[in-house]
C-alpha cells in the first residue's frame, strides 16, 4: 500500500478553529453502545473529541462536559478542534498483543462493523482524510472487520480514494448525513458544514464508482402538516438514490438544554423564523407540546416507513421512547423504528 503523508499535528488552525493536541490512551472503544443503533457491532474509533465543524444540534459538547482529556475550562468544546496525539500509533497499539500479533482475530469478528465516529467528522479537511485513511488502513491489516464512515463533509470521496485497492474496497460502507435538503436551511443550523447539495453529489459519486454507502437522514426538523413529511422522505429518497444505499438511518432532532437554544438562535438569526417556532412549539415540555413532539417524530418516521415499506430491513429509524410512547414504537420495529 502506498505510504501517506505523515498527518501533521502541529496546525494551529482547522476548519478556522484553534487546535488542541491531547495524549490520548485509545481510539478505539470496543463496546460502545453504538451497536444499539444498528450502526456498528459494538466498536467504534475517534481520532479526535472535538469536531472541526460546529452544528448548533451537535451532542458531542454535552457528552465531553466531564473534560475526560483535563482541557483548559477557559477552552469552549465547540470552539476547538481536539486531536488525540498519534491516534494511529495508538489505534495500532490497541489492535496489537503485546507479543505484535493481532487482538481482534477469530471468526466470530469477521463481518462485525466498526462505525467511526461517535464525537467528529472524519473528513471535514484533507488532514482529516488522510489521518481516516490511516486509521482504515491500520484496522483493515490488523482485524477482519467493515468499516462504517460518517461524514457531512463533501470530501468522503477522497477517503474512499485512499481506499479503493480492489482487496480493501468492499470493507468501508460511506454514509453522509443531512437533516434537510435545503443547503441555506442546512447552513443555519449546521457550522462550516459543505453544502448539503455537494454531499448529495458526493454519495452519488460514490455510488457511481461501485463504493458500498449507506444513508443518515438527520436531524430531520418539525415540518407543517403530514403530507409535507411524505414529501421530504420521497425528495430524500430520490436524491440520495436510496434504492443503491444498503441502509438508510433516519432521525428527528434530539435537542435539549444547550443545544436547544443554540439550534433555536440559530434558525432566528438565518432567517428561518417558521422553523424556529415549530422547533420551539414541540420542544416546551407542556402536554400540548409533548404530544406535538410525538406526532412529528411519529409522521417523520411513518414517511420514511412508507418510501421503504418494499425494501425490508433498509430503514433503521433511530427513536428515544418514554414509557407512554414505548408500546407504539415496539409494534413497528419490523418497520425499521429502532428504540433507544
Ligand atoms: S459534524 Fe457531527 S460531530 Fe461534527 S459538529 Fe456536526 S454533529 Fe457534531
Same mark, same amino acid.
Given at each position: ?50 469536531? *472541526? ?69 472524519? *473528513? ?20 477482519? !472487520? ?102 438508510? !438511518? *433516519? ?41 406535538? !413532539? ?34 407504539? !414504537? ?11
Amino acid at each position: 500500500m502506498d505510504k501517506l503523508n505523515s498527518i501533521p499535528h502541529s496546525r494551529a488552525q482547522m476548519n478556522g478553529k484553534q487546535v488542541v493536541v491531547v495524549p490520548a490512551k485509545t481510539v478505539i472503544n470496543f463496546k460502545s453502545g453504538f451497536d444499539k443503533k444498528g450502526l456498528c457491532d459494538g466498536p467504534t474509533f475517534s481520532t479526535g473529541s472535538a469536531c *472541526a465543524y460546529t452544528c448548533s444540534f451537535c451532542y458531542v459538547p454535552a457528552v465531553m462536559r466531564r473534560n475526560p482529556h483535563g482541557l483548559d475550562r477557559s477552552l469552549k468544546h465547540e470552539d476547538i478542534v481536539v486531536r488525540r496525539e498519534n491516534s494511529v500509533e495508538v489505534l495500532r497499539r490497541q489492535l496489537t498483543r503485546a507479543n505484535g500479533s493481532p487482538r481482534v482475530t477469530g471468526s466470530e469478528e469477521a463481518g462485525r462493523v466498526v462505525f467511526s465516529s461517535p464525537l467528529v467528522d472524519v *473528513a471535514a479537511n484533507m488532514d482529516l482524510v488522510r489521518e481516516t485513511i490511516e486509521a482504515c488502513r491500520v484496522i483493515m491489516e490488523l482485524t477482519p !472487520w467493515t468499516i462504517r464512515l460518517l461524514s457531512k463533509s463533501n470530501l468522503l470521496p477522497k477517503v474512499a480514494e485512499g481506499l479503493a485497492d480492489p482487496a480493501i474496497k468492499h470493507r468501508v460502507i460511506y454514509g453522509v448525513s443531512t437533516g434537510t435538503l435545503d443547503d441555506r436551511l442546512a447552513q443555519a443550523f449546521e457550522g462550516g458544514t459543505p453544502r448539503v447539495s455537494k454531499r448529495i453529489q458526493s454519495i452519488r459519486w460514490l455510488q457511481d464508482n461501485g463504493f458500498r454507502t449507506y444513508g443518515m437522514i438527520c436531524p430531520s426538523l418539525p415540518l407543517g402538516s403530514q403530507e409535507e413529511y411524505r414529501v421530504f422522505a420521497r425528495e430524500c429518497a430520490e436524491k440520495l438514490r436510496a434504492e443503491r444505499m444498503e441502509h438508510v !438511518w *433516519a432521525e428527528v432532532i434530539n435537542v435539549r438544554g444547550e443545544s436547544f437554544e443554540r439550534t433555536e438562535a440559530a434558525l432566528r438569526t438565518a432567517g428561518f423564523d417558521r422553523e424556529a417556532d415549530r422547533l420551539r412549539s414541540v420542544s416546551l415540555g407542556t402536554p400540548d407540546s409533548k404530544r406535538a !413532539w410525538e406526532d412529528y417524530a411519529r409522521w417523520t418516521f411513518e414517511a420514511h416507513a412508507e418510501v421503504y415499506a418494499n425494501s425490508p430491513g433498509k430503514l433503521r429509524f433511530l427513536q428515544y421512547v418514554t414509557n407512554p410512547t414505548r408500546a407504539w !414504537w415496539a409494534a413497528r420495529g419490523a418497520q425499521g423504528a429502532i428504540l433507544l
